[in-house]
């Protein structure tokens, strides 16, 4: 039966069977243009004829993994390729029905994956205008406008003070313009400035700049509310209305007035929409009440306060600037650069918007443009109205015929007023010294701190609903599990109620401190980062060219957005270097976080396409560059079986190779290959993951063949890309080798003779428990599909209602583990499972003190010395020594060793001892060559004791035999191997790993069985062995 698969469960498709081969049933039925055809049933097709093929359709492209409901479903590949069905009853289902299992909490669970709210539902979504439009500018218009603008035109002079705003507007406008790209490159989901930074980036980046955006809203809520309390707390003290005292006054009207935007908010998004548009209309009043009071003749009292109306020569002494106080271009601008941050008041809310794709790139760009020219028009009537110093004193008035000469107050005194005492002493009036020049420049002063009300309110108020929608969506997505419960919405709009409460709570905390003049810059700071890091998204994902990224909106450049990015960081620092260094440390700590906690999410970031393209520009550079022996490094191909089969041979191929060097676990899957693909598809995933959860720097490759050589030849031929190729073979070795099938035999033989062709570098590990797990780990797989199966029974049974059938269920899932798993095994085979499951797992420990013994006897090209070398280097085996043998001629042995070690030491290889072995020629005991003799006797061919024909019939008719020919012929070299192995049990008994040269059959020449005699021989009861032979070429230099 065909599996389609998903994320969150598999789909059974009961009417596809893919081994039977009659064509479908065909019934007649009308087409809508009255031809009568056959076709089939359960097909709708376009194309004038039956077909399981869809057109496309945009519900084939939606995530898998939705959270609940159906999802639709192409066929699959292979529901078209496959031989037909029997029964005719082929049909895809429209859509699949996704497990619910793991949708609530799981990282899976990310808000790119739900479905799409209905609008029919009572759910409000909101327009450009309403959404986007109007919060940015309410945000953006701050206290700024009607308090603290007059006072940086008034230092910094119309001409600086219009680069200051051009220059806040250039950085918003940036960052607006790679906001908009990417928005409109594929759906926006709830979450604002966090879900664009972690879709981009990836959870790494927006985890940790979503926190910190979250809390900086969080805390601006106090912020504007303070500031709205502060002037509240002024008029009080005027009209000499005090409760307690300006500081816990300001506490008090705080507290009562978060309090009760919390209610507006909480009330839902509708209400605070339509708090919205209020204080935007009084908000436009007071704007144009300005505008409206610079008209108005300036009465006596007015112009002695510095107010003349429109003037030119007023216009022109305001033009150069005028810091003081040690102010300077860098601190007016650091002042005013926070009026200009509130552009991602609309996409925070992305959530509750009707379409975010259009809506957020017309409005905020278009808030930014609005705002910017208003903050414009007010500066500069200003400046054409105010000058910068006043007395306030209306009888400061110039007498007839006095000169008004060179003193700063020209202007004035042009205009009939005398202000230069304010050269000596400071004044209270004119733009430089008077907060309130807004309120007296206008037509009615109460709208003026009715704007100032409003614009305080409004900027509040978008905090409070943005600091929680932006933290739901980081909690949705589950990459700080402690906090996945403010993930929980409720109602219609999904609405962050926990989220609320939290921001509630911060914000009130704040204001009990009552002074924040250290927090503001921090929070400016934050802002900023965010910004920042949307520039660098956009500019990150144009310069990774990946397909996936095709933004609607055209108007952007990816340079430009890096010169954004940079702007921000820099901006950063110049309003306060302290916040920003402070900024990117807590960045950088929670990036680290999330790095180190890797949650599983896969958004397809701009990160993981650099990170290819890198890969691929690096992989590519390298196969321009010969090799060289000093850049060697061993690239392991190790025949392991499923990744979890033969983890001791896995654990020391990791160790040889860790971080510095491919490692590639190969599996080969046997038999027919619609039986073994679909195999090898369901493992390829699991296995890989597996390595990445153990930590195990290896990559997961199988190939399915008919042979298993066939499916090793593939590996050793076509493993790897360019340069970083394997050059290393490491397998186990056979220790069923005598019981097992001559073509078994001819096939390990085999493998071992293709990799010495095709040159590569060859390992094979002995443990005499054996090395492979397969069996265990495949009864274990049993056990866990067995317990799911009973707990899903166990769930269905606690939705029935009846008593019977609840006991009916309970029998059944009883009966999965009887009879899906056998019974405990016999106490002999659970205790040498037991040892078999201790000895594979010796190399993932760290070694006691001890020694590797490096049996040096051929020279290979320096691999035998040089992995073991490798392994002395690595944590867990640091402890061990290595101790060097080598073979030598008898009264040399003093010489052979100074030539040793002379080689050691420009090898520059670290050892314990050197040891020369020079009675390697002397001939075994007669025990260990009987033992031998008992090994090979069953595959003897004893030809000759037969006369010479019979012999030939003989060899052709056992071709795999050892015959007496090739015993005398290699006798020798067997005996080699035995006086070895006696060697080895008197010399290395206790050490902890032995490395020796691994003997070479001549092909055609040696038999198989032969060959494995002396493998076996050669290795048998000692501590883990390596058999090592380099390919002869060589791995080791003494030059520089």
Not at 206 to 222: D, E, T
Not at 331 to 337: D, G, L, P, R
Not at 912 to 928: C, K, M
Request: hydrophobic share 45%; proline share 4%; net charge neutral.
């Amino acid at each position: 039966m065909e599996r389609l698969k998903s994320s969150q469960g598999e789909y059974e498709n009961p009417a596809f069977d893919a081994i039977l081969g009659d064509p479908p049933v065909y019934e007649e039925t009308n087409l809508s243009n009255g031809e009568n055809r056959t076709v089939r049933p359960s097909v709708v097709s376009a194309f004038g004829h039956d077909t399981l093929d869809r057109v496309p359709n945009i519900n084939f492209y939606r995530n898998a993994g939705s959270v609940s409901g159906h999802r639709a479903v192409r066929p699959s590949l292979q529901e078209l390729h496959d031989v037909f069905q029997k029964n005719g009853a082929i049909s895809v289902p429209d859509t699949v029905q996704d497990s619910g299992e793991g949708s609530d909490g799981t990282p899976s669970d990310d808000v790119e994956s739900a479905d799409p709210i209905v609008s029919d539902k009572g759910a409000v979504k909101f327009g450009w205008i309403r959404g986007v439009l109007v919060r940015c500018m309410l945000n953006i218009w701050g206290v700024m406008l009607f308090i603290r603008l007059s006072w940086v035109f008034g230092q910094a002079g119309w001409g600086l003070g219009i680069v200051v705003i051009a220059l806040s507007c250039v950085v918003t406008t940036i960052t607006g313009l790679s906001m908009s790209a990417i928005c409109t490159n594929g759906v926006v989901r709830g979450g604002g400035a966090y879900y664009l930074i972690s879709r981009s980036l990836g959870p790494e980046f927006g985890g940790s700049i979503g926190l910190i955006f979250a809390f900086a809203n969080a805390v601006a809520v106090a912020m504007y509310v303070v500031g709205f309390a502060e002037t509240v707390v002024d008029l009080l003290v005027e009209h000499d209305l005090l409760m307690v005292d300006p500081l816990n006054d300001i506490r008090i009207v705080g507290v009562i007035t978060v309090v009760f935007l919390l209610g507006i908010s909480v009330a839902g998004m509708e209400w605070e929409a339509k708090a919205q548009i209020v204080l935007l209309v009084i908000l436009l009043v007071a704007i144009v009440n300005v505008f409206v009071g610079t008209f108005i003749p300036a009465t006596n009292d007015k112009k002695s306060e510095g107010f003349f109306n429109y003037q030119s020569n007023i216009f022109l002494e305001n033009f150069p600037p005028n810091f003081r106080d040690g102010e300077s271009f860098f601190t007016v601008f650091s002042i005013f650069f926070p009026a200009a941050t509130g552009i991602l008041a609309g996409a925070n809310i992305s959530g509750d918007l009707q379409d975010p794709q259009a809506a957020i790139p017309k409005g905020t760009l278009l808030a930014i443009l609005i705002t910017g020219i208003t903050y414009l028009a007010v500066a500069l009537s200003v400046s054409a109205c105010v000058v910068r110093d006043a007395t306030g004193n209306v009888t400061d008035i110039i007498a007839a015929g006095m000169q008004c000469g060179n003193s700063s107050a020209v202007s004035a005194c042009e205009l009939g007023y005398d202000f230069s005492s304010c050269a000596e002493k400071s004044c209270k009036f004119g733009s430089m010294n008077n907060f309130q020049v807004m309120t007296m420049v206008s037509g009615f002063g109460p709208l003026i701190i009715a704007g100032t009300f409003s614009a305080t309110l409004s900027s509040a108020l978008a905090s409070l609903v943005s600091a929680p929608k932006v933290f739901q969506a980081l909690c949705k997505d589950n990459i700080y599990k402690a906090l996945h419960f403010f993930a929980k919405g409720y109602g219609k709009n999904n609405e962050p109620i926990p989220g609320y409460v939290l921001t509630f709570i911060i914000s009130v905390g704040f204001i009990l401190i009552g002074n924040l003049n250290i927090i503001a810059p921090i929070i400016s700071n934050f802002f900023l980062a965010s910004y920042a890091l949307i520039n660098f998204s956009c500019f990150h994902a144009s310069y990774a060219k990946s397909p996936g990224w095709r933004p609607a909106y055209k108007f952007y450049n990816m340079w430009l957005s890096l010169v954004g990015a940079v702007l921000c960081c820099a901006v950063m620092f110049v309003i306060n270097w302290w916040a920003a260094l402070l900024t990117y440390g807590i960045e950088i700590l929670l990036y680290i976080y999330v790095t180190v906690k890797k949650p599983d999410v896969n958004w397809g970031s701009s990160t993981q396409a650099v990170t290819f393209v890198s890969a691929v520009g690096n992989a590519l550079s390298l196969t321009g560059i010969d090799d060289h022996v000093k850049n060697f490094r061993p690239q392991i191909l190790a025949l392991t079986g499923s990744a979890r089969s033969r983890p001791a041979l896995l654990d020391l191929a990791h160790s040889i190779s860790k971080n510095y060097g491919l490692c590639i676990t190969c599996d080969v899957f046997v038999g027919p290959r619609s039986e073994a693909l679909e195999e090898m598809n369901a493992g390829m995933e699991k296995n890989q993951q597996w390595l990445r959860k153990t930590k195990r720097k290896a990559f997961y490759a199988a190939v399915a063949c008919n042979k298993f050589r066939e499916g090793t030849e593939s590996l050793l031929q076509a493993s790897g890309l360019g340069r970083m190729k394997p050059n290393i073979l490491m397998m186990g070795f056979k220790k069923n080798w005598r019981a097992s099938s001559t073509e078994d035999l001819l096939t390990y033989v085999g493998v071992l003779h293709d990799a010495f062709d095709f040159e590569y570098g060859t390992v094979v590990l002995r443990m005499d428990q054996g090395l492979d797990l397969s069996h265990l780990v495949e009864a274990e797989e049993e056990m866990l599909k067995a317990a799911k199966e009973q707990q899903s029974l166990e769930t269905d049974m606690n939705g029935k209602k009846s008593r019977g059938m609840f006991r009916k269920s309970r029998n059944s899932s009883q009966q999965v583990l009887t009879t899906r798993v056998c019974g405990p095994p016999p106490p002999q085979v659970a205790k040498m499972n037991e040892r078999l499951k201790e000895a594979s797992a010796q190399f993932k420990k760290k070694q006691p003190k001890g020694t590797i013994d490096v049996w040096w006897l051929f020279d290979d090209g320096g691999l035998t010395l040089l992995l073991p070398y490798i392994l002395t280097t690595r944590k867990k085996w640091k402890d061990c020594k290595l101790r060097i043998f080598i073979a030598g001629e008898p009264g040399r042995s003093e010489v052979d060793k100074q030539e040793m070690k002379s080689l050691l030491e420009k090898f520059r290889i670290t050892y314990s001892e050197i040891i020369v072995i020079d009675d390697l020629h002397v001939r075994p005991s007669s025990n260990s060559l009987k033992k031998l003799d008992d090994m090979i006797e069953p595959f003897r061919l004893h030809e000759g004791s037969k006369d010479t024909p019979q012999a030939e019939a003989m060899r052709k008719e056992h071709t795999w035999k050892i015959t007496d020919e090739e015993l005398s012929t290699f006798e020798e070299k067997t005996n080699l191997q035995i006086r070895l192995n006696e060697l080895l049990q008197e010399k290395s008994k206790s050490a902890n790993l032995i490395i020796v040269s691994m003997p070479i059959a001549r092909k055609g020449s040696v038999s198989d069985h032969l060959y494995m005699a002396w493998l076996e021989v050669l290795t048998q009861d000692l501590p883990p062995t390596l058999l090592i032979r380099g390919n002869h070429k060589s791995v080791l230099t003494f030059y520089s």
